[in-house]
Each structure stands twice: as structure tokens, then as C-alpha cells.
């Protein structure tokens, strides 16, 4: 089957809906999966993507969202360890090449370690911005940490 540029999005939750948004806005063909009916309500109303209710985790209900036909898979549900399967499942079972997986814990990446899956870990990501903006600046160093230590003295 030929892959086109469908992705989908397994959780509709906060990230998930506001991604599925994003992707539609820059052109891709989204389906998002989430086992509670409700949770596409959280889609904005211009969203034009699909929205397929039930398990991301069950290979059955990915067939029917098209994953035969995805180019990428964003597994990102509030449960690291969903978010894990449904990884595996969509780089092992299907053979996906841009699988991305959010995990609260990083030291969970070892779980898909060798299956090209790119995990993204929130706190990781904050502590890079806090770093980036110099918050976590060496001792020493100008920033805002060093001025608020000279502010408290």
C-alpha cells in the first residue's frame, strides 16, 4: 500500500488535539484515535481530520484509522506505557519510519531503544528552555538565577 502523507495521532488530549490542529493547518491528512468518544472536543472547530474512537493499542482499530497508509505516527496519550505499545506496535508490526512517542519518564526510552521510535519528554524539553533561557546558568555566569541570588542577599 502506498504511504501518502496521512499521520496519525494516538490521545486527544491536550497535546494531542492541539497537535492534530497544527498538522491539519499545515496540509497533512490527520486521523486521531482516542478510546473516549468525548476527548474530540478538544479539536477546534475548523479541524478537518478524522477522529476514529477506540484502543491506539489494538492493531485492529490502527487498521481502520490507516496506518497501512501513515507516513507518521504521534503516539501521545497521557500513559507512558500506552504510548510504548502503541510505538512498538506501529515501528515493529507496520514498519513506520517517523514514529514519535511522548513519555513523562525518559528513562523509559530504553523500551523502544534500536526501533527508530523518537521519544519526547516534556520535563526534558522544559529543562532545555530553562537552560536556553539562562536560568540554569553556571555559577559565575550572568543570568537571571545570579541576579535573583544578589537580589535575595
Same mark, same amino acid.
Given at each position: 500500500?502506498?504511504? &501518502?502523507? *496521512?499521520?496519525?495521532?494516538?490521545?486527544?488530549?491536550?497535546?494531542?488535539?492541539?497537535?492534530?490542529?497544527?498538522? $491539519?493547518?499545515?496540509? +497533512?491528512?490527520? &486521523?486521531?484515535?482516542?478510546?473516549?468518544?468525548?476527548?474530540?472536543?478538544?479539536?477546534?472547530?475548523? %479541524?478537518?481530520? %478524522?477522529?476514529? *474512537?477506540?484502543?491506539? &493499542?489494538?492493531?485492529?482499530?490502527?487498521?481502520?484509522?490507516?496506518?497501512?497508509?501513515?507516513?507518521?505516527?504521534?503516539?501521545? &496519550?497521557?500513559?507512558?506505557?500506552?504510548?510504548?505499545?502503541?510505538?512498538?506496535?506501529?515501528?515493529?508490526?507496520?514498519?513506520?519510519?517517523?514514529?514519535?512517542?511522548? %513519555?513523562?519518564?525518559?528513562?523509559?526510552?530504553?523500551?523502544?531503544?534500536?526501533?527508530?521510535? +523518537?521519544?519526547? $519528554?516534556?520535563?526534558?524539553?522544559?529543562?532545555?528552555? %530553562?537552560?536556553?533561557?539562562?536560568?540554569?546558568?553556571?555559577?559565575?555566569?550572568?543570568?537571571?538565577?545570579?541576579?535573583?541570588?544578589?537580589?535575595?542577599?
Amino acid at each position: 500500500m502506498k504511504k &501518502t502523507n *496521512q499521520i496519525l495521532v494516538a490521545g486527544c488530549g491536550r497535546l494531542g488535539s492541539n497537535l492534530a490542529g497544527m498538522l $491539519c493547518k499545515c496540509g +497533512h491528512r490527520v &486521523t486521531v484515535v482516542d478510546r473516549d468518544a468525548a476527548a474530540f472536543r478538544r479539536l477546534a472547530a475548523d %479541524f478537518s481530520g %478524522f477522529e476514529v *474512537q477506540g484502543d491506539a &493499542t489494538d492493531p485492529d482499530v490502527l487498521e481502520a484509522a490507516g496506518i497501512g497508509r501513515a507516513a507518521l505516527l504521534a503516539a501521545v &496519550t497521557e500513559n507512558d506505557n500506552v504510548n510504548c505499545m502503541i510505538a512498538q506496535i506501529a515501528a515493529r508490526l507496520y514498519g513506520l519510519g517517523q514514529v514519535y512517542a511522548r %513519555f513523562e519518564d525518559p528513562e523509559l526510552e530504553y523500551l523502544v531503544e534500536g526501533l527508530g521510535v +523518537h521519544v519526547i $519528554c516534556p520535563a526534558e524539553l522544559s529543562l532545555q528552555e %530553562f537552560y536556553r533561557s539562562g536560568l540554569l546558568a553556571r555559577e559565575g555566569a550572568e543570568g537571571p538565577l545570579a541576579r535573583w541570588g544578589e537580589e535575595r542577599a
